[in-house]
């Protein structure tokens, strides 16, 4: 789950119905939604995200972690954070079976790259965007691996689920097993390999630290929460071009690229204002951008085609965006 902000993320939104509420840990619950037509929902692929709006008007972002062949039910899994702003609490106390809610998406900013073999590592809840990424890996005949840690095992979700899969599944409650070693259980890369990791922040530091020397986009992460970044390239302002609007705008030091074009009058649209989400992604058509947001692979910051306004800025002193 993405802690997004209470402003709607898509133009396209949908309203489904709340069909199933199951309980799938002592912290998680399993929504299966439906449109209340029986009409197809929009395609997704594994890694995909949806933006939840709840009916007190909140909106959320959420992995879908269901069958990704079935084109009229959507599943997402919801972590009960207690000392959260209230989307979580809501869907586990006040939601039932039967309600509304709207939904923007899907988007993905965590594709699954084709690969021989894959190393997938959660985090608690973070194992909702790899369980459909496990079932194409296992239908793909590919080779994989999962780590699954948690606190418990009845933290810990879709345990009963995993089971089928054997022990490609290596589950590791830490009230069982003690702090895991990463170093062994990583080991050394081998080639080909692709690692995706989701769950919480100090999970994805150490596996980026353990993980440092394998080949750039061999290790994909996904953020829960933003990433700490360091200061800015530049302490200045510089200019971003919109070649559409014909328009050129100066983005002081103390300002978000997001904010200076609103100012301007011009309007993206956005939800977690802190890099995670995806919402608010432009391409670059020039200039080099100051990348600090949770998503992008080193491949594509790299590259530069890309970037998220709401938090990422400039190393040049013009950017020159599509928009």
Known sequence: MFEGTDVIASQSQIKLTVTSKVRVSTDVVALTLTHPDGRRLPDWTPGAHVDVV????????????????????????????RTGRGGSAFIHEELTEGA?????????????????????????IGI?????????????????????LGRSRGTMAFIDELAAYGDRVLVFPKDESGPCHLDELIGDHRKG????????????????????????????LEHFAAKAQGAPALDTAFDVELTAAGL??????????????????????????QGTCGTCEVTVLKGEPDHRDSILGDADRAAGHCMYPCVSRSCSNLLVLDL
């Open 54 to 81: 709840l009916p007190t008007g909140v909106n959320r972002q959420y992995s879908l972690c269901g069958d990704r062949w079935d084109p009229y039910n959507y599943r997402i899994a919801v972590h009960h954070e």
């Open 100 to 124: 509304m809610v709207e939904l923007g998406g899907p988007r993905n900013n965590f594709h699954l790259a084709p690969s021989e073999e894959y190393l997938f590592i959660a985090g608690g």
């Open 128 to 148: 909702t965007p790899l369980l459909p990424m496990i079932k194409q890996a296992d239908m793909l005949g590919a080779e994989w691996k999962l780590l699954y």
């Open 193 to 220: 390999t692709k690692a995706y990791v989701c769950g919480p922040q100090r999970l994805l530091a150490a596996v980026e630290q353990r993980c440092a020397n394998w080949p750039m986009g061999s290790l994909r």
């Open 248 to 273: 050129s705008i100066t983005v002081p030091p103390n300002m978000s690229i997001v904010d200076a074009l609103q100012d301007a009058g011009i309007n993206i649209l956005t939800s977690c204002r």
